[in-house]
Nanobody, 121 residues
Framework: QEQLVQSGGGLVQAGGSLRLSCAAS????????MGWLRQAPGKDREFVAA????????YYADFAKGRFTISRANARNTVYLQMNSLNAEDTAVYYC??????????????WGQGTQVTVSS
């Protein structure tokens, strides 16, 4: 069973950048595809990005394409989300999550605790 601990996030001005990290404590990190999802106030949770177990395949939501980059370092049991050109609509709680196979849905098996990202305009 994977335990996911997130770090990063916080307050940033519009146009700025943030990097989120998510460290897994289990031994099976490289056996899981990883994803980032977010939930804004009053809205449903939505898919942001996903990366395959080996890192060779990535998917992005339309709003993330060209601005966000998901990556992973299996040797460090860590997945990252680099977010650039942030705008107010990116304000949300961001979650990392793990699943046996890559998916662009919100149906993951293990979840991080969530981290707040606030973009001031």
């Amino acid at each position: 069973q994977e335990q996911l601990v997130q770090s990063g996030g916080g307050l940033v001005q519009a146009g700025g950048s943030l990097r989120l990290s998510c460290a897994a404590s289990g031994r099976g990190f490289s056996s899981y595809a990883m994803g980032w999802l977010r939930q804004a106030p009053g809205k449903d949770r939505e898919f942001v990005a996903a990366i395959s177990r080996g890192g060779g395949l990535t998917y992005y939501a339309d709003f993330a394409k060209g601005r966000f980059t998901i990556s992973r370092a299996n040797a460090r049991n860590t997945v990252y989300l680099q977010m650039n050109s942030l705008n107010a609509e990116d304000t949300a709680v961001y979650y990392c999550a793990a699943k046996a196979s890559i998916t662009t849905t919100i149906n993951y098996d293990y979840w991080g605790q969530g981290t707040q990202v606030t973009v001031s305009s």
